[in-house]
């Protein structure tokens, strides 16, 4: 449910969280934060310092050292986790709305990422419980002495979380919720285009119990607040979501500090229909798959292979499902496509399907931007472009799928692979061994079959090649927060 009463936080005070206080930027500085659909500034906040972000580090530091964060013990930390996911799903009306104004995402897209939100958190908060290492059956024996040996598991340090503004609420939740079940503090930076929910978030986990100084919310542009907190030699772990180009450059600064680094980056995933598929399922399916969020998903299905006797319909369907859909504010809830989040974000999305065009690629349905103040734009398709096209190749991040079709099995696998990316993929057929076969071969951290888009919070997310390093959700999640440390003791 969206309603205005739900907006009081678009009009407070710019304030961040450090060391459990809300505080200003120490030099008063601000961004604005702009509604999507409309263009308006609806909200500030602040723009962290070198100097706040120095403060909110040291917080971390100091809190993960504190004799009250080790007491609390995984128990005390699953019990507060496990609160936040209750004051979450309490306040869930509120975050929708907020994230709907400041992303522009349609209302539908954000109740499910709340929704998930919680249901993820559950899982991070039950996962507190179960941190442990190995033991080894018989004592170790070396040179007549025994041994009592065995591992067991530490959180990894302060980390430093910078996220996206494609799903705010979903990512603040991923990294924090993971790095506190770990027993580790964070500093998080949320995209400067949406810090509205991160600081709703940062209250209402004030208000589940976590002590001061073990979530930290700095907000600021990438430089020079992000690139402060990434490079902060108090941090051991750096977690990022974002462009690939910017995951390369933390990666690369994080390596040479010798710091824990994950990286959730960019893809161009590819949705395969077969001719053998149930085409009333696999037509709505590879809709959505590039129209959820309005294309602004890192795992988007962006790139469409559909065998060639169902080509012709399958495209035609595809068109007339697109024409289907309402484009619009995400605060009403018909509307399935929203804005773009930026005038930038949508120029760049348009500069995709001119160059589309210019590579020689047909115009299957879109592509213009819409009247109006907001950032709004066709749900677009485009067909018979090249491999080479840069449309093909480059992740366009916004409603722009590119279709081709093929022959053979091996034919379309080598497409799918043709990529530097490995996200996601979709595969349609109701032939089991097709499936099987296609889902083994297709280099992608998540495979779909019949389906797009399934997240669950035992299983691990994440890419091959380009599309990043390690994985979030499942038991790969928490270990990623974790340092292995192997203990012997001679038994007298
Ligand atoms: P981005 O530059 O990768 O930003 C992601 C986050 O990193 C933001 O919080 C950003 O801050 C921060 N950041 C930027 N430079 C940094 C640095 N040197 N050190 C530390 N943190 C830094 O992504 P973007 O600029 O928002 O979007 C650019 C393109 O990236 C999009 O068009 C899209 O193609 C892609 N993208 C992909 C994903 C994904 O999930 N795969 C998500 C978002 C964007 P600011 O917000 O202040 O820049
Ligand atoms: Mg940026």
Redesign the pocket.
């Known amino acids: 449910m969206l309603g205005s009463q739900h907006g009081a936080l678009l009009n407070a005070d710019p304030v961040m969280l450090i060391d459990g206080a809300w505080r200003p930027a120490s030099d008063g500085a601000t961004i604005d934060v702009t509604d999507p659909a409309t263009g308006e500034v609806i909200a500030r906040c602040p723009a962290a310092t070198p100097s706040d972000v120095n403060v909110a580090v040291e917080a971390a530091h100091r809190t993960l050292h504190s004799a009250e964060w080790r007491q609390l013990g995984a128990e005390g930390r699953s019990t507060i986790l496990w609160r936040w996911a209750d004051l979450i799903e309490a306040n869930a009306a509120e975050l929708s709305y907020l994230e709907v104004r400041t992303n522009g995402m349609p209302g539908a897209f954000a109740d499910w990422m709340i929704n998930s939100s919680v249901a993820w958190l559950r899982h991070f908060a039950a996962s507190a419980l179960s941190i442990h290492g190995t033991n080894v059956s018989d004592s170790v024996s070396k040179g007549g002495d025994t041994y009592h040996a065995f591992s067991g598991k530490e959180p990894v340090g302060v980390c430093a979380l910078?996220?996206?503004?494609?799903g705010p609420t979903g990512s603040f939740v991923l990294k924090t919720g993971p790095a506190l079940a770990a027993g580790c503090t964070c500093v998080i930076?949320?995209?400067?285009?949406t810090p509205v929910t991160a600081i709703r978030l940062g209250q209402l986990a004030q208000e589940a119990g976590l002590p001061n100084g073990a979530l930290n919310i700095v907000t600021?542009?990438?430089?020079p607040t992000?690139?402060t907190?990434?490079r902060h030699p108090l941090v051991n772990k750096v977690s990022?979501?974002?462009?690939t180009?910017?995951?390369r450059?933390?990666g690369s600064d994080a390596v040479r500090d010798l710091k824990r680094v994950t990286l959730?980056?960019?893809?161009k995933s590819p949705c395969i229909v077969f001719d053998d598929a149930d085409l009333e399922t696999a037509i709505p399916a590879a809709a959505m798959a590039i129209y959820g969020n309005t294309g602004q998903v890192?795992f988007a299905g962006s790139r469409l292979f559909v065998q060639r006797a169902s080509y012709d319909k399958v495209l035609a369907g595809i068109a007339e499902f697109t024409a289907s859909l309402n484009v619009g504010s995400g605060l009403v809830p018909q509307n399935m496509i929203g804005p773009l989040i930026s005038a930038k974000?949508r120029d760049?999305v348009l500069d995709y399907v001119a160059s589309g065009l210019s590579d020689g690629g047909e115009l299957v349905c879109g592509g213009s931007p819409l009247d109006g103040n907001g950032y709004f734009m066709q749900p677009t398709i485009l067909a018979n472009l090249g491999s080479s096209a840069r449309a093909v190749r480059e992740?366009i991040?916004g409603p722009v799928l590119v279709a081709t079709p093929f022959d053979e099995f091996d034919e379309v696998i080598g497409y799918a692979n043709d990529t530097d990316y490995g996200l996601g993929a979709g595969i349609f057929t109701r032939d089991l061994s097709k499936a099987h076969n296609a889902a083994r071969s297709i280099r992608a951290g998540n495979v779909w079959v019949n389906c797009y888009g399934v997240l669950h919070p035992s299983l691990p997310f994440g890419g091959f090649g380009k599309s990043g390093l390690g994985r979030e959700m499942g038991t790969e999640g928490i270990e990623a927060f974790l340092e292995t440390k192997s203990t012997f003791m001679k038994l007298a």
Do not use: D
């Not at 930076?189 to 285009?193: D, F, N, T, V, W």
């Not at 990022?240 to 462009?243: E, I, R």
């Open positions: 910078v996220i996206p503004w494609n930076k949320p995209a400067e285009l600021g542009y990438g430089t992000g690139s907190l990434v990022f979501t974002g462009s180009e910017t995951g450059q933390i959730e980056l960019g893809g890192c974000q760049r992740e991040f």
